[in-house]
């Protein structure tokens, strides 16, 4: 990973933004559960798609492989978060439904960070077939 520390700021980030949103909409989990199931996974995917597009945008080179690195290191910085909190506390779950209910979520983080990344990695040997050699 060539930039650790940003990509570890950034999986903070994608963490803490949907976690600020549910906290807003929690009320909305016992009222209108479905609503509440079905907005949490869009917040996650936005902040994942805006965090691997700032992070993906400065890459030169091994995007698909960039990509793949990032999608999992923000899936274990989601995961590890969220099991401190829901570990116990008045949150408390066991570990086989905090991944029914929310853990399943996370692995959009790889999934979108890879797509992205193969897609700029087939741009890019596009683009170098098109340059011409320096003469």
Same mark, same amino acid.
């Given at each position: ?16 933004? $949907? ?7 929690? /009320? ?5 559960? $479905?609503?509440?199931? #079905? @907005?949490? $996974? ?5 902040? &994942?798609?805006?965090?691997? &597009? ?6 030169? !080179?091994?995007?698909? #492989? =960039? ?8 899936? @274990?910085?989601?995961?590890? @978060? ?7 506390? /008045? +949150?408390? +779950? ?13 692995? !959009? +983080?790889? &999934? @979108?960070?890879?797509? +992205?990344?193969?897609?700029? =990695? ?9 340059? /011409? $050699?320096?003469?």
């Amino acid at each position: 990973m060539r930039h650790f520390i940003k990509a570890f700021l950034y999986g903070l980030a994608v963490w803490a933004v $949907p976690f600020i949103i549910a906290m807003l909409i929690f /009320p909305l989990r016992e009222t209108e559960r $479905p609503l509440f199931e #079905s @907005i949490m $996974p869009v917040a996650v995917a936005l902040c &994942v798609v805006i965090f691997a &597009v700032l992070y993906l945008k400065n890459l030169e !080179m091994n995007f698909l #492989s =960039e990509g793949i690195r990032l999608g999992i290191l923000w899936f @274990i910085i989601s995961i590890a @978060i969220d099991l401190l909190l829901f570990s116990w506390g /008045p +949150m408390q +779950m066991n570990f086989e439904d905090y991944m029914k209910d929310i853990g399943i979520t996370y692995l !959009m +983080m790889p &999934v @979108i960070t890879m797509g +992205m990344g193969w897609l700029e =990695e087939i741009r890019f040997k596009k683009f170098i077939k098109w340059v /011409p $050699p320096a003469k």
